[in-house]
């Protein structure tokens, strides 16, 4: 699929929180939303998945308008995995990824057949969370709930996958795993990072967020330089080259002392 997002603002609560946004994804590239706390990266994937309204700009998926989509015709097209999916409700695993089927219900068709069990089943396996199935959603870990949102997301057949942290709580070869998943399923990916290291790794093109406005978007060599990190982030960096692929490989080194941060300097101890 492809999207465009068009001199986007969103506004939550009185605030502007997005202000002319513009990007672009061509079908089968994986675009990195990256920016500190706060930036507008959540924000950003609520308004291409149609369910933030633009204050002005817009969002096209292959040239519709997502916020005109009507909420079936966008859950068949996109899927989202949310950052800190939090349903506490008693259902088990498969029973959450069976939710990703809905869109492509048939009117009359009230779910629960062997058919959706199946699917549902096929979709954990391939995740690696084919034994998560029957377990309570209430009783998994924070990296297996974030497989199985992982398993909704796809069983959603998405023609465009929108990723809010995906690798949060996964440990070191899960993240690797996911990361390798989600570059060769070959559809358009959106994917909100807080990892330098994964988005140089993952995307083809990357956003750098900074208070609700692009900073700096393009290739991950062209975004990831110390300059910019520096100015987004306040951070020393130092980036190398990897020795195999040639993607920048990002060393973060120390905060950068801004006037009125916060003094973490342990005061002397006084005389006795
Ligand atoms: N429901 C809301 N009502 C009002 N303001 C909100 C709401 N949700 C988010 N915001 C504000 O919008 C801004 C952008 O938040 P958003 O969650 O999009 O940032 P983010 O880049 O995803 O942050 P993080 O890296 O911390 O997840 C923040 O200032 C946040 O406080």
Known sequence: MEVRVEALSVARGHREVLSDVSFAAAPGEIVGLLGPNGAGKTTLLGAIAGMLAPASGRVLLDGDDAHRLPRREA??????????????????????V?????????????????????LAREALATVGAEELAERPWTELSGGE?????????????????LLDEPTNHLDVRAQLDTLRFVADLGITAIAALHDLDHAARLCTRIVLLDRGRVAAQGAPAEV???????????VRATVLTHPEDGRPVIALDSAIDTPGAIDTTVPPKEAP
């Open 75 to 96: 859950a068949r097209r996109v899927a989202l995995m949310e950052q800190q999916p939090d349903r506490d409700i008693p259902l088990r695993a498969a029973d959450i």
């Open 98 to 118: 069976a939710l990703g089927l809905l869109p492509h219900r048939g009117r009359f068709d009230r779910g629960g057949s062997p058919r959706d069990a199946a």
């Open 145 to 161: 709930r974030q497989r199985v949102s992982l398993a909704r997301a796809l069983a959603q057949r998405p023609r465009l996958l």
């Open 224 to 234: 990831l330089t110390p300059e910019v990190i520096a100015s987004v982030y306040g």
